[in-house]
């Protein structure tokens, strides 16, 4: 399978605990993106990388996250001292960006559950 | 306002029926339209991109209205594999540099 994998693909933690995620995207693709999403919700964009470089995160991304694609392939999203708020799906995609419209390939999702 | 918002639903249709999903967006900036289709507990996943003069996939026709901020999907002859969550997503520039999702509206196809 040459898709985007997530890993884990789900994750129950207590409130307080560290968690990380990983992503990895299809090969080649020069961008990856972080997304959470809640129940009845659309995905909520949280942050991006084109190649290595983390080109723009939301103003939902507190301090408390942080994301990291140091080679410029696989990417990881950390959520330190988890709070229950922070249960939801996270979503990765991936796209091959040339300089126009591209379509983002979305992975699996990492549901957290935060008790 | 929130900056994408799309009708509420759920739609309950039966098999063959046409369906009208209507999205509109807040920021007159935005370059970028797409629907992506999103089944129960699976990721998004791109359906159709939205062009001005708007564009047609076999039973589905995407149109968009610039002037009114207003984008909107058809389907035709809704098939019960139809069944699904709608997102309309905008971007600002060309490109991802800043995608907002709709919150999504519910189809449900009934034999």
């Known amino acids: 399978d040459t898709g985007v994998s997530q890993d884990p693909r789900h994750k129950i933690t207590k409130r307080g605990q560290n968690v990380t995620f990983r992503c990895d995207p299809i090969?080649?693709?020069?961008?990856l993106y972080w997304y959470r999403q809640t129940l009845g919700q659309g995905p909520e964009f949280l942050t991006y990388f084109q190649n290595e470089a983390q080109l723009e995160k939301s103003r939902l991304l507190s301090d408390r996250f942080s994301a990291e694609r140091p080679k410029g392939s696989f990417s990881t999203l950390e959520i330190q001292r988890t709070e229950q708020g922070d249960s939801a799906m996270y979503l990765c995609a991936s796209s091959s960006y040339a300089g126009g419209p591209e379509t983002q390939y979305f992975g699996p999702g990492t549901r957290l559950l935060v008790l | 306002r929130k900056e994408v918002e799309q009708d509420p639903g759920p739609f309950n249709v039966p098999e063959g029926a046409t369906v009208a999903f209507n999205c509109t967006y807040s920021n007159s900036a935005s370059q970028s339209f797409f629907w992506y289709r999103q089944d129960c507990r699976k990721e998004p996943k791109l359906l159709m991109s939205?062009?001005?003069s708007g564009n047609e996939d076999g039973r589905f026709t995407a149109q968009l209205n610039r002037a009114s901020q207003y984008i909107s999907l058809l389907i035709r002859d809704s098939k019960l594999s139809d069944s699904a969550t709608y997102l309309c997503?905008?971007?600002?520039?060309?490109?991802?540099?800043?995608?907002?999702f709709g919150p999504g509206t519910s189809l449900s196809v009934i034999p």
């Open positions: 090969s080649e693709h020069n961008r």
């Open positions: 939205v062009y001005s």
């Open positions: 997503v905008v971007a600002l520039k060309s490109s991802y540099d800043k995608v907002i």
